[in-house]
C-alpha cells in the first residue's frame, strides 16, 4: 500500500528486453539495501518488485501483461520516473491509499 505522495525520483538507466517482458534499471537515491530485496516500490504508480540493487541502480522485471496496462510501454533510458517506498505501520500518512495495481487502461481525450 502507497499513499501516493511522491518524495522520491528515479532515472532509467537500463532496459533489457526479455521474452515475457523487460527487466528495468532505475538510479535513485533512495536508501536501500539487498535487504530490502521483493520490496514493493511503486514507480510511476505502478507497483514493482524490488529483483536487485546495486548500489542506487535498482532492478525490476514487468512481464508484458504490466507493460501492457501501464505507460512503461513507452519508456525508454533518461525518463524520469516518480518513486514511492510502501507505507510502514505507525507512519503518518498524508494523501490518500493506492495499491499500484492496475486493471485497465484509460485514454484522456
Known amino acids: ?20 517482458g523487460i527487466n528495468i534499471f532505475i538510479y535513485s537515491k533512495l536508501k536501500l539495501s539487498k535487504k530490502n530485496l521483493g520490496m514493493s516500490i511503486s514507480c510511476d504508480g505502478v507497483c514493482l518488485t524490488l529483483i536487485n540493487i546495486n548500489y542506487q541502480l535498482m532492478e525490476f522485471y514487468l512481464s508484458n501483461e504490466t507493460i501492457s496496462k501501464s505507460k512503461f510501454k513507452k519508456t525508454k533510458i533518461g525518463d524520469f520516473i516518480n518513486l514511492e517506498t510502501p507505507l510502514k505501520f505507525g507512519k503518518y500518512i498524508s494523501g490518500h491509499f493506492t495499491q499500484g495495481h492496475v486493471d485497465c487502461v484509460g485514454k484522456i481525450s
Open 1 to 20: 500500500m502507497f499513499n501516493g505522495i511522491i518524495f522520491n525520483l528515479g532515472r532509467v538507466k537500463k532496459l533489457l528486453k526479455r521474452k515475457k
